[in-house]
Nanobody
Framework: QVQLVESGGGLVQAGGSLRLSCAASGGTFSRHFMGWFRRAPGKEREFVAAVSWSGGVTSYADSVKGRFTISRDNAKRTIYLQMNSLKPEDTAVYFC???????????????WGQGTQVTVSS
């Protein structure tokens, strides 16, 4: 079992930046692929970014490519999502998730955090 806790959300103006963190406990963190997802009001949860065991392979949704960066620190059992040039349409609850296999869809993930709210004002 892997437990995940997100932090770092908040209110930011358009064009600003935030860094989300996701701390993991339990399980073998370094053997899990990790991802970020988000759910905007009235919408389905969607993929944002994923990172491989070592951090050497990443994948991004087209909507965030070039603005967001996913990374991980296996020694700290933590992943990060650096979000720059934020837009009002990035407003959502952001979730981190852990998977035993590489996946860019939520059905591929085995463990989920509770989420952290990100609100971008125009």
């Amino acid at each position: 079992q892997v437990q995940l806790v997100e932090s770092g959300g908040g209110l930011v103006q358009a064009g600003g930046s935030l860094r989300l963190s996701c701390a993991a406990s339990g399980g073998t963190f370094s053997r899990h692929f990790m991802g970020w997802f988000r759910r905007a009001p009235g919408k389905e949860r969607e993929f944002v970014a994923a990172v491989s065991w070592s951090g050497g392979v990443t994948s991004y949704a087209d909507s965030v490519k070039g603005r967001f960066t996913i990374s991980r620190d296996n020694a700290k059992r933590t992943i990060y999502l650096q979000m720059n040039s934020l837009k009002p349409e990035d407003t959502a609850v952001y979730f981190c998730a852990a998977a035993l296999n590489w996946a860019v869809v939520d059905s591929g993930y085995d463990y989920w955090g509770q989420g952290t709210q990100v609100t971008v004002s125009s």
